[in-house]
C-alpha cells in the first residue's frame, strides 16, 4: 500500500501562485511514476501531470503547460506541483495519484493505483 497525503491548497486570487505537495508513505518503492490530476464540480477528473521517480522527462496538460511545474524530492518521497498564473478555470480539488507499474498513459486515470484525499483550489477572479 502507498499512502498519499496533499496539501498546499486554498484560495487565491488570479494571477496568483500556489504550491501543492504530496507526500507518499508506505510501501513507496512500488510507485513508479507520480501524476497530477484536478477534477471542477460536475467535470471529470483530468490530467494535470506527471513525472517519474526515476527521472525522465516530465510531462503537461496543454492548458498548464508554461504555468505549472511538477517537481520530485525522492529522499523525501514527494511530489510538488509550483502553480503561478493561476486562472479561475484552476478551480478544482486536486489529486495526487501513483502508478506502480508505469506504462506511459500519463494522462489516464486507470493508470494509477493510489490516489490521496485531495485538495481544494479556489481561484477568484
Known amino acids: 500500500q502507498v499512502q498519499l497525503v496533499e496539501s498546499g491548497g486554498g484560495e487565491v486570487q488570479a494571477g496568483g501562485s500556489l504550491r501543492l505537495s504530496c507526500a507518499a508513505s508506505?510501501?513507496?518503492?512500488?510507485?513508479?511514476?507520480m501524476g497530477w490530476f484536478r477534477q471542477g464540480p460536475g467535470k471529470e477528473r483530468d490530467f494535470v501531470a506527471a513525472?517519474?521517480?526515476?527521472?525522465?522527462?516530465?510531462y503537461y496538460a496543454d492548458s498548464v503547460k508554461g504555468r505549472f511545474t511538477i517537481t520530485r524530492d525522492n529522499a523525501r518521497n514527494t511530489v510538488y506541483l509550483q502553480m503561478n498564473s493561476l486562472k479561475p478555470e484552476d478551480t478544482a480539488v486536486y489529486y495526487c495519484?501513483?502508478?506502480?507499474?508505469?506504462?506511459?498513459?500519463?494522462?489516464?486515470?486507470?493508470?494509477?493505483?493510489?490516489w490521496g484525499q485531495g485538495t481544494q483550489v479556489t481561484v477568484s477572479s
Open positions: 495519484a501513483a502508478d506502480t507499474l508505469y506504462s506511459g498513459r500519463y494522462y489516464y486515470p486507470g493508470e494509477y493505483d493510489y
Open positions: 508506505g510501501r513507496t518503492f512500488s510507485s513508479e511514476a
Open positions: 513525472v517519474r521517480w526515476a527521472g525522465g522527462p516530465t
